[in-house]
Nanobody, 126 residues
Framework: QVQLVESGGGLVQAGDSLRLSCAAS????????MGWFRQVPGKEREFVAA????????YYGDPVKGRFTISRDNAKNTVYLQMNSQKPEDTAVYYC???????????????????WGQGTQVTVSS
């Protein structure tokens, strides 16, 4: 069983940067692909970014390409989401997710992931 705890959310102004962290415990971190999703009330959870088990391949949702960067530190069992040039439309609850060890399929979909954090609120003011 993998436990995920996000941190780093908060209130920022448009154009500012913020870095989210997700600390994992209870499993072999390097064997899980990791992803970030976000959700606003009344809408489905939206794919933000994902990282392969090795960290060699990254994936980004179109709204964040060129502004957000996902990375992982397997020695610290932590995945990060660096968010630059933030926009008010980035306001959401951000969730960290970890795949099952043998997950197959589309890494940009919620069903690819087995474990989820509790979420952290990010609010971007205009």
């Amino acid at each position: 069983q993998v436990q995920l705890v996000e941190s780093g959310g908060g209130l920022v102004q448009a154009g500012d940067s913020l870095r989210l962290s997700c600390a994992a415990s209870g499993g072999t971190f390097s064997r899980h692909a990791m992803g970030w999703f976000r959700q606003v009330p009344g809408k489905e959870r939206e794919f933000v970014a994902a990282l392969s088990r090795s960290g060699g391949t990254t994936y980004y949702g179109d709204p964040v390409k060129g502004r957000f960067t996902i990375s992982r530190d397997n020695a610290k069992n932590t995945v990060y989401l660096q968010m630059n040039s933030q926009k008010p439309e980035d306001t959401a609850v951000y969730y960290c997710a970890a795949s099952s060890i043998g997950s197959r399929g589309d890494i940009t979909t919620t069903r690819f992931y087995r474990y989820w954090g509790q979420g952290t609120q990010v609010t971007v003011s205009s």
